[in-house]
T-cell receptor, first 113, second 111 residues
Framework: DGGITQSPKYLFRKEGQNVTLSCEQN?????MYWYRQDPGQGLRLIYY???????QKGDIAEGYSVSREKKESFPLTVTSAQKNPTAFYLC????????????FGQGTRLTVV | GQSLEQPSEVTAVEGAIVQINCTYQTSGFYGLSWYQQHDGGAPTFLSY????GLEETGRFSSFLSRSDSYGYLLLQELQMKDSASYFC????????????FGRGTSLIVHP
């Protein structure tokens, strides 16, 4: 079955640690996105990539980093520089320019303890 | 900058009709999408309006007025399973097809 897989579903991190969230898709999509969701805040764009080996900052990129070495994979690293990392993180993908629908993974809930 | 406004919460009873409004201000605009998200789950695409008018998909319809920078999602014959959050999303902000989302409307359906 085609889709987007995020792992892990739940993640706990100690303050000061970096952590990497996985996002893999087998839909042959060119574009991939990372959103952060907080209660009452909607979905805010962290980073996006429209092609392999290229990515751009979104609205709230500070404290995050990404890579796009393969078309299928777009991992997000939450660094210790992110002041308030506890949130629900959603990965999405689509064919990019001209595409009206985005397909989402099931999300990773990150909690800093 | 860009902004999307939608009500934070709407309540209705089973079998009723409910309308969720969305107004937007963006630097560019291609169209308006709607997504549904059940608690703790993945947002799923419901509809897209690129042109003015009404798009119907089963019990759900979506409307767009580009001149008024306004759209709505209409849900008919409400069912308990429709209890979820609904997000409008603009495509075209800044000239790109990257979805820019509103804060979401929590729909609560009562028996």
């Amino acid at each position: 079955d085609g889709g987007i897989t995020q792992s892990p579903k739940y993640l706990f991190r100690k303050e000061g640690q970096n952590v990497t969230l996985s996002c893999e898709q087998n839909l042959n999509h060119d574009a991939m996105y990372w959103y952060r969701q907080d209660p009452g805040q909607g979905l805010r764009l962290i980073y996006y990539s429209q092609i392999v080996n290229d990515f751009q900052k979104g609205d709230i990129a500070e404290g995050y980093s990404v890579s796009r070495e393969k078309k299928e994979s777009f991992p997000l690293t939450v660094t210790s520089a992110q002041k308030n990392p506890t949130a629900f993180y959603l990965c999405a993908s689509n064919m990019g320019s001209g595409e009206t629908e985005a397909f989402f993974g099931q999300g990773t809930r990150l909690t800093v303890v | 900058g860009q902004s999307l406004e939608q009500p934070s919460e709407v309540t209705a009873v089973e079998g009723a009709i409910v309308q969720i409004n969305c107004t937007y201000q963006t630097s560019g605009f291609y169209g308006l999408s709607w997504y549904q998200q059940h608690d703790g789950g993945a947002p799923t695409f419901l509809s897209y309006n690129g042109l003015d008018g009404l798009e119907e998909t089963g019990r759900f319809s979506s409307f767009l007025s580009r001149s008024d920078s306004y759209g709505y999602l209409l849900l008919q014959e409400l069912q308990m399973k429709d209890s979820a959050s609904y997000f409008c999303a603009v495509l075209g902000a800044g000239g790109s097809y990257i979805p820019t989302f509103g804060r979401g409307t929590s729909l609560i359906v009562h028996p």
